[in-house]
């Protein structure tokens, strides 16, 4: 099994010279004649299919519509790997592909074919390694067995079927406001043009550069989106019109901002489509003329659909968010902020970093700044409100945090400061967050969090003084200084004299407290009162 009958007779010839071994019975010759079978192998194919731009026809309103079929394509890559240890068909043991071992890569061809090389018998994982160009990434992973058929069939066939390949999209969507109120306009018309001459599959051009594809009008909304089935930019090279050389000034090389007799250029002018507004709303001039170029090139299998906004108002707002250190001025991390609009609508919402915060294209209006969580150890901020300006340039707004502040006031009965205690701040898993021995003047201790519980605690009173209790405390979200006052009473003692029955106070007699060091602590005479 898993071998193809060989057919053909072995010659050999006898004789006194032929060398021979003999059985047990060392009197009978063996000669060895040896006989090759051929193992049985096979191969994979594969087929993939997938739409394909072919021609494109003009309707009653003078739109473009493209038409598109399904074809066999070529170029794309395939992966053959082991779906399990591929073995000898000799039995002998030996692993000839281990699991998940690549064993073949097959590239389809004119025809959407494509072949493995002669591979062993065994299961197999056919998966796509590369789509061909202007399709995204097929993720059918296929198993195929190549199966021993009969002794009589040298090279067996596995089919992983047809894949198909869906064709990258373009989507592009126009959008009117107001330059002014940035309000959204009904009724502007917005006209998507060839940029360059448009070819299809078969490399013939089917639309001229220049022509109409397709005119919107921007609704209540003041959107519009154009239902041309855009094709993305597969220019073969021959095709591709670079565009002329203009001096430096007139142009900036990275194609954000280009002015050219007066029109302005937005993106890559070599790209495939341009839209641009041919009729304004009613009541509103036209003004400077605005192009949206849309580089519809096919650079990643994984994206399916190439999205577009063309915005017809000044150029976009551009705001810088720092967040800093009130005592410092240096960004602060780990804040979250938010854009809200006078409605209290949030619009942007980030934490911040080391760095200021870009925010690009927010309306031009009155926003308000907001703290939604300070940065550990900081009060919440107050509200920043800004207004964002009808200027291109960027434009910088500051929220400073200020730390939280505590102040441990240590005293005695009388409210002096007492000195000589030890005390410690504990956050609430038990880590000691501070520790100090208290002096003449208050403590200071800065950064706790906001809204956590934290515990004042004596570890050691001073000389003469007990251990007061300790004070559970939550840091408040304030910017003032925060008080706490931990107050210690003297230790007191009593001393009586008594007679032999202890019970009558025993007066005149001369008592002393000393020290271990013998010190005299205190001395009295007793009396008649304890």
Do not use: C
Request: glycine share 6%.
């Amino acid at each position: 099994n898993g071998y193809v009958l060989n057919i053909a007779p072995v010659k050999f010839k006898v004789s006194s010279n032929t060398a021979y071994e003999t059985l047990p019975d060392g009197a009978t010759p063996v000669i060895t004649v040896t006989k090759q079978d051929t193992s049985v192998k096979g191969r994979i194919a594969v087929v993939k299919q997938g739409e394909v731009l072919t021609s494109a026809e003009t309707d009653d309103h003078g739109n473009t519509k493209f038409k598109y079929e399904m074809r066999k394509l070529k170029g794309a890559v395939f992966e053959v790997k082991a779906a399990e240890d591929i073995s000898s068909p000799d039995n002998q043991g030996d692993i000839l592909y281990h699991k998940g071992d690549l064993v073949d890569t097959i590239t389809t061809d004119a025809a959407g074919e494509a072949q493995t090389k002669l591979l062993p018998l065994g299961k197999y994982q056919v998966s796509e390694k590369t789509a061909p160009n202007g399709f995204t990434h097929s993720d059918d992973i296929r198993e195929v067995e190549l199966v021993y058929e009969d002794q009589n069939t040298a090279i067996v066939f596995g089919d992983a079927g047809t894949y198909e390949n869906e064709r990258q999209k373009v989507e592009v969507q126009a959008v009117k406001k107001d330059a002014d109120d940035q309000q959204l306009l009904v009724g502007a018309e917005i006209t998507l043009y060839a940029n360059r001459d448009v070819y299809n599959y078969d490399g013939d051009v089917i639309v001229k550069a220049g022509e109409k594809i397709e005119t919107v009008v921007t609704g209540e909304d003041g959107r519009a989106t154009f239902t041309a089935d855009l094709p993305n930019d597969l220019t073969p090279e021959y095709g591709v019109m670079p565009i002329e050389k203009i001096e430096d000034e007139d142009i900036d090389p990275g194609f954000s901002q280009t002015v050219i007799e007066d029109v302005r250029l937005i993106g890559d002018t070599n790209s495939l489509f341009y839209a641009t507004e041919t009729k304004a709303p009613a009541g509103y001039a036209s003004g400077q003329e605005v192009r949206y170029y849309f580089d519809t090139k096919y650079t990643n299998q994984n994206n399916a659909v190439l999205k577009f906004t063309a915005e017809y108002q000044n150029e976009t707002t551009k705001v810088e968010i720092s967040k800093v250190d009130i005592t410092n001025e240096e960004e602060l991390p780990g804040a979250t902020l938010q854009i809200k609009s006078e409605a209290g609508k949030i619009i942007e919402e980030w934490i911040s970093t080391d760095k200021p915060q870009l925010i690009e294209m927010l309306p031009v209006g009155d926003y308000v700044l907001s703290e939604k969580i300070p940065a550990s150890g900081y009060t919440t901020a107050t509200d920043v409100p800004f207004t964002i300006k009808d200027t291109g340039e960027i434009q910088k707004v500051v929220m400073k945090d200020d730390i939280t502040k505590l102040q441990i006031i240590k005293t005695d009965e009388e409210g002096k400061q007492l000195p000589g205690n030890r005390l410690a701040i504990i956050d609430k898993d038990g880590k000691t967050v501070d520790e100090w021995i208290t002096d003449e003047k208050p403590h200071d201790i800065t950064k706790l969090v906001v809204g956590q519980e934290y515990t004042l605690r004596e570890l050691e009173a001073a000389a003469g003084y007990t251990k007061a209790e300790d004070i559970i405390f939550i840091v408040r979200d304030t910017n003032d200084v925060q008080t706490i006052d931990m107050s210690n009473r003297q230790t007191e003692m009593h001393f009586s004299k008594v007679d032999e029955t202890g019970e009558k106070e025993l007066p005149g007699a001369k008592l002393q407290i000393i020290d271990k060091d013998g010190n005299i602590i205190d001395q009295w005479v007793s009396t008649e009162e304890q």
